[in-house]
């Protein structure tokens, strides 16, 4: 089965820096499209986190020295490769494609009114995508480790719950369980079954 596939693409991708991740995942959906003719019109999660360790450039940026590396070097790591694979045109290439997102998508929620405006004025030839950059936001899916309610509020402002799946952080040392539960029991009833079991449900057909 593709979901197997991408599961052991997810494992390879640990560790790779951006530019290789994303060699990895293009490489994988040219075989498969080879083989069958499709353009990932199944549901096929490919789960976004890096594993643990120090970020790309965290010594540069004195991260071991605060202990950032987890806080803002991780969140780092992932606005970066979703918003390189939505300004390279990636998402446009694989529309079917199923992304999530860690980190509660890392800055990538807060930073939308930067992304618009940059669309605007920027050059053109600096951007490779056919939609709104908040198109794409909308079409990733995210999971709800914030670790406080109103980040997870916040992004679910912006993309709905209906983008949003359970999330923990575990087995990871600053994993946060009873965080994750205490948080999605504060959102509208709708919202909280949505996240806790529903999403997760209707995208992998379970």
Request: hydrophobic share 40%; net charge positive; aromatic share 10%.
């Amino acid at each position: 089965m593709h979901q197997r596939r991408f599961i052991r693409l997810a494992l390879r991708l640990q560790g790779l820096n951006q530019a290789e991740q994303r060699a990895a995942i293009a490489r994988i959906l040219r075989e498969i499209g080879a083989e069958h003719g499709f353009c990932f019109r199944r549901a096929a999660g490919e789960h976004q986190h890096r594993r643990s360790g120090e970020p790309p450039g965290a010594d540069l940026m004195d991260m071991g020295l605060y202990d950032l590396s987890w806080s803002v070097g991780f969140m780092f790591d992932t606005t970066l490769a979703f918003t390189r694979m939505i300004f390279d045109g990636f998402l446009d290439l694989y529309p079917n494609l199923t992304l999530i997102a860690s980190h509660g998508g890392g800055t990538l929620p807060y930073l939308v009114g930067r992304f618009e405006k940059g669309d605007e004025v920027e050059l053109p030839q600096r951007r490779k995508m056919k939609a709104k950059p908040t198109d794409y936001l909308r079409r990733i899916y995210y999971d709800c480790i914030t670790y406080d309610v109103r980040p997870l509020q916040y992004l679910i402002s912006i993309v709905g719950a209906e983008r949003v799946m359970f999330g923990t952080d575990w087995p990871h040392q600053v994993h946060d369980i009873k965080g994750s539960m205490a948080h999605t029991a504060m959102l509208p009833p709708d919202q909280c079954n949505a996240i806790r079991g529903a999403n997760a449900t209707r995208l992998f057909k379970l």
